[in-house]
């Protein structure tokens, strides 16, 4: 049990490009997504936090109108990087958790992203 | 200083030799991850736990609230569990997990 799918593995686009990241829960619902960010032999950085139905609440340091996050079913969340440029590239991971205190975090397989 | 630190960074073992991954943290928390990241950066939930000693098949991990300390321990190891090691911590009354910067484990045979 508790999968998530993350879709697509791996992208490659031309700088401008805009790019959807989409974050399933396959079998349980999710209350809470999280996006994180890693760069090469770094651990993971947490992006912003969505709750089904509100807004993401964004780390500090990460632009909002650059990452877009919605999280409008309590099975999906996406990440849109708009406009993306070759300083964006790099590996993306969303987990999830459902409601309830001190729930596991389930991952995603991850999305690499390469900005040319 | 990291509130989640871990040692060793890397670490090459033979196969079946027993391995110990260490993390220590320096905030109270709720509850205490141990991850498995592999080289095409899937992650894996191993453990998560709050108290006391957990096992699962070879792996078994161990948290001391009181010395802010856990390990993971595999037993027998083999080339297939090599991977990235992380130690993820979430804090009281928090959500969001801090994280340790990973332990790269090589396991040759």
């Known amino acids: 049990g508790a999968v998530v799918s993350q879709h697509p593995s791996w992208v490659i686009c031309k700088s401008g490009t805009s790019v959807k990241i989409e974050c399933r829960s396959l079998d349980f619902q999710a209350t809470t997504m999280f ?3 890693q760069f090469p032999k770094q651990s993971l950085m947490l992006m912003a936090t969505s709750n089904e139905g509100s807004k993401a609440t964004y780390e500090q340091g990460v632009e909002k109108d650059k990452f877009l996050i919605n999280h409008a079913s309590l099975t999906l969340s996406t990440l849109t990087v708009t406009s993306a440029h070759p300083e964006d590239s790099s590996f993306y991971i969303c987990s999830a958790s459902e409601w309830g205190p001190n729930q596991p975090q ?3 397989d991850g999305t690499r992203l390469s900005i040319l | 200083k ?7 960074q890397n670490l090459t073992a033979q196969e079946g030799e027993f391995i110990t991954i260490n993390c220590s943290y320096s905030v ?3 509850a205490l991850h141990w991850l498995q990241q592999h080289p095409g950066g899937g992650i894996v939930s191993l453990f998560m736990l709050s108290s ?3 096992k699962h098949g070879r ?3 161990t948290i001391n609230i009181q010395e802010k300390h856990s390990s993971l321990h595999i037993t027998a190891s083999h080339p297939r569990d090599s991977a990235v090691y992380i130690c993820a911590v979430r804090s009281s009354g928090g959500e969001k997990l801090t994280f340790g910067t990973g332990t790269r484990l090589t396991i040759i045979p």
Do not use: D, M, T
């Open chain 1, 35 to 37: 996006w994180y960010r």
């Open chain 2, 2 to 8: 990291n509130e989640v630190e871990q040692s060793p």
């Open chain 1, 106 to 108: 389930h991952f995603g």
């Open chain 2, 52 to 54: 006391g000693k957990k």
């Open chain 2, 59 to 61: 792996l078994i991990a």
């Open chain 2, 28 to 30: 109270g928390i709720s």
